[in-house]
């Protein structure tokens, strides 16, 4: 177990740059998901870690060694891919040993390798197995067991789950957090998929195009987002941003916006924000509650989404060309549509951004 530092990492093929400037230190034993939409860089990112993809400018180091020009085999790490990648002519305990018997590693620490990772990821009863004979998540089991049984000092993941079906990605995702837990394995983990980002990171680091956007607990990103994009890209369903400024209402600040008029939260003072400042206000669907209040926001719901114990109410504010508004509230909200709603809304839970920048005004 190691270390991972990524030093003014930069990639480029040829005059487009796809990865920029890149800071990250990992470390020893710590979960870390690289999070961001297609093409973002983050693939990239983990396979210059692998050796995969040479370096432009920057270094890597694993375990405080420098391994940038390092061959892939020489950096002690061990990567699971997409698309499992097994050997069709190996059965499963082939499979997972293949990289120890290349190595000349003895039969007897062979054996005792792979039937340890076997158990440990519940494939035992599949060791003489073809990989045709497997499910999506038994060949992803044992495409990990494979890694497993090198003990590497860093475990590198590249979308490993988005092959499987929604319900077996569900289990698979417990599954890697106990693997983690037993391990205790430095990881960098690679996904578009906030959900596995959440649920499995001890950090998140969130990318767009090429660069970092912020690095932090989940907890951190979904309640602290430091810009818009962060915001706008955790969180199902997405925030709600509204456009809007801080005026002085009978002798009270608000923050006012096309069809609605909100607090101020305590942690914006009135005098930080300029008389002309263009704002952008966000406020997460969870947070919205039914109200019959004056003040509540005003909706026509357009679209229900029953999902059982909640549903997702999509409607707009009720003045001209009106924004669209999404809430989650409790329960059967069918009765709902194409009717007036009220929405109520916690001052305190309201993200503000400078429209210019992007970035929040929370302090």
Request: aromatic share 6%; glycine share 8%; net charge neutral.
């Amino acid at each position: 177990m190691a270390d991972l530092h990524l030093k003014n990492l930069v990639k480029r093929f040829g005059d487009v740059t796809v990865v920029q400037q890149l800071e990250l230190s990992v470390a020893a034993g710590e979960f870390v998901v690289l999070l961001g939409e297609s093409g973002c860089g983050k693939s990239t990112t983990l396979r210059m870690v692998a050796g995969l993809e040479e370096v432009t400018e920057g270094q890597v180091l694993i375990g405080g060694k420098d391994v940038t020009h390092a061959h892939p085999m020489a950096r002690d790490i061990a990567m699971v891919f997409q698309n499992y990648a097994l050997y069709p002519h190996m059965d499963v305990a082939q499979n997972m040993s293949f990289a120890l018997r290349l190595s000349g590693r003895p039969q007897a620490e062979i054996d005792t390798k792979v039937a340890t990772a076997a158990k440990v990821l519940n494939i035992e009863h599949l060791l003489a197995r073809k990989p045709k004979e497997l499910s999506g998540g038994q060949r992803q089991r044992v495409a990990i067991g494979r890694a497993i049984v090198r003990e590497p000092q860093v475990f590198l993941f590249d979308e490993p789950l988005s092959n499987l079906d929604a319900k077996l990605r569900g289990h698979m995702r417990a599954e890697l957090a106990l693997l983690h837990e037993r391990l205790g394995k430095t990881t960098l983990y690679v996904t578009h998929d906030q959900v596995e980002a959440m649920t499995l990171a001890n950090r998140i680091v969130i990318f767009d195009k090429g660069r970092i956007q912020q690095v932090g607990t989940p907890s951190e990103v979904f309640n602290r987002p430091t810009n818009m994009f962060v915001a706008g890209f955790i969180g199902t369903p997405t925030m709600n941003f509204f456009k809007a400024r801080l005026t002085q209402e009978t002798g009270q600040a608000v923050l006012r916006g096309a069809g609605f008029v909100l607090p101020v939260p305590d942690w914006l003072p009135a005098a930080s924000v300029g008389p002309e400042q263009s704002l952008v206000v966000g406020i997460r669907p969870q947070t919205l509650k039914p109200s019959t209040d004056a003040n509540a926001l005003r909706i026509k719901v357009d679209v229900v989404e029953y999902l059982g114990t909640e549903s997702q109410v999509v409607g707009h504010l009720q003045v001209p060309d009106g924004q669209r508004v999404t809430a989650t509230v409790p329960g059967d909200a069918k009765a709902m549509l194409h009717q007036p709603m009220g929405l109520s809304v916690d001052a305190q839970a309201l993200h503000v951004f400078d429209a210019d920048s992007g970035l929040s005004l929370r302090p």
